[in-house]
């Protein structure tokens, strides 16, 4: 019996069309910011792609089966994943960073005094005192306690956490002058050089905002944002002749970050005024600025 022609052509034409359907199928995968099309596999196979840095591969595979056959994956339906990634996240302990400080006093260089002061019964004296000091050098140790974030989107977050941190730099005096009498002649003169040493224990929370990215198929991101909270600073010369210590609170801390992968550079400032800090050789201590490395160890 022979298959009439248009019979013939509508299963041919059906077939084609139901081949060119199949191969038009495709699944769509979002991963860190990544958009890949996975094309269907044929029934009975599968289809993957892999997702890779330095510390973890992930792989997202297809498989086409029919109604009724036994899938290789676990059971997954739709309404429990709308969300790949979860809105908060914590870590304890994440990060370190290490850098370089440079501090500031509210005045450096060089300057004297002049003043004449009279004892009673006694002629009166001149003193010159001259005074010199360099800014503050030093290095920053500092490690995340806590910290969290909320996603905004997919490539953006809010930051917020606890951090500890220690900080000890140096800076060099040297004070000089004379003490002369009213004919102006010396009756006594001084000479002295002073390398202060400041450490600073620090309790901070910070608040920022951070956007991630990839470079390539390496994560990356940038942190900005401001960290407050209370140090406990203590001065100190190498024979004790002048020292002191203060706890106050710091309040405007600004950093801007960026990391790559685990590494990143971070560029921070306490911007503290000197008001109300102990005297170093009649002057404050005054704020500073870093930058450091920092690791992430997760």
Known sequence: MKIPAIVLILIVGLSTNSALAQKADSVIVIYGNQKTTIPLPAFGSQTSVSYGDTSKVVEIGVWLRKPGETSPFSQLYSNDVNSVKSKTNSKWFSQLEAGYIKGFTSSHGEWTSISTSAVYGNPPLTYADT??????NG???RISVLEGEFYLTDNSSIISGFKFGFSQSYLQAHRYG???DSSGKNILSFNNNYKF??????FLY???YSFHFNTGKIPARINVGNSMGILKTSTT???NDYSGSLLYA???QPFLGMELGKI???FSADLALPNNRYYILNDNLGGNISIAITYRFF
């Not at 005074?131 to 503050?136: A, W």
């Not at 040493?197 to 620090?202: K, L």
């Open 131 to 136: 005074n010199s000091r360099t800014n503050r």
């Open 264 to 266: 990143g550079i971070l």
């Open 237 to 239: 010369t190498k024979n």
């Open 197 to 202: 040493r400041i450490n600073s224990f620090q």
């Open 250 to 252: 710091s309040m405007l």
């Open 206 to 208: 910070q608040f920022g």
């Open 139 to 141: 290095y920053q140790i």
């Open 178 to 180: 004379t003490v002369s």
